[in-house]
Every structure is written in C-alpha cells, then in structure tokens.
C-alpha cells in the first residue's frame, strides 16, 4: 500500500490551502485516513481522524478552520486548511489506520505559513 499526498506549499497567514493523499497499490482493510502533522522540532501530532464511519475527530488547534473528508471511492483523504496560522506550519503526513497492516504512513508534505 502506497500513500502519496500533494497539495502543500507556501502560504500566507489567513489563507487557504487543501491537501489531497490517496491509496493505492495492495487491497486493504482501512479503519481511517487521518492527517497528522510535525513541526520543526516539535513532535508528529494528529490533526483530524476521518473514520470509515462515525464523526470525524479533530485536534483543537485545528477545528474551526480545517476540515477533513474522504472521497467516495474511500481511497483518498482530503484537507482543506482556511484561516492558516503561522504555527500551522509543518510537514503533513497522512495515515492510514489499517486493520490488516496496521500503520501506514505517507511521504508527507510541507506547509509553510508566512506570517
């Protein structure tokens, strides 16, 4: 299973960005595409959780201005990122919570906020 997410690049604070990850390769068993994201120095954190059912989780730096959904092939996982902040900036990864697999992580890809 492979993860390629595109999207990122260089914004300004209170702008808008949206990022794109799909699946491919092996058939899987996924449980959620999320998005996670890491800082420079910082550790990697969760920004949403999109389940194959039931709310979708978001962590509260986030809610209000990123919103997270799944395609209808179920194979991609989108973010759309409104509002951005300087402290948004990060390397974003998407995740797949795979019950045959277990963990399967994306390349990731760079946001910057410019302030």
């Known amino acids: 299973v492979q993860l390629q997410a595109s999207g990122g690049g260089l914004v300004q604070a209170g702008g808008s960005l949206s990022l794109s990850c799909t699946a491919s390769?092996?058939?899987?068993?996924?449980?959620?595409m999320d998005w996670y994201r890491q800082a420079p120095g910082k550790e990697r954190e969760l920004v949403a959780i999109?389940?194959?059912?039931?709310?979708?989780k978001y962590a509260d730096s986030v809610k209000g201005r990123f919103t997270a959904s799944r395609g209808n092939a179920k194979n991609t996982v989108y973010l759309q990122m409104n509002s951005l902040k300087f402290e948004d900036t990060a390397v974003y990864y998407c995740?797949?919570?795979?019950?045959?697999?277990?963990?399967?992580w994306g390349q990731g890809t760079q946001v910057t906020v410019s302030s």
């Open positions: 995740h797949i919570d795979d019950l045959t697999f277990g963990d399967i």
């Open positions: 390769g092996s058939p899987f068993n996924v449980n959620s």
């Open positions: 999109v389940p194959n059912r039931g709310r979708i």
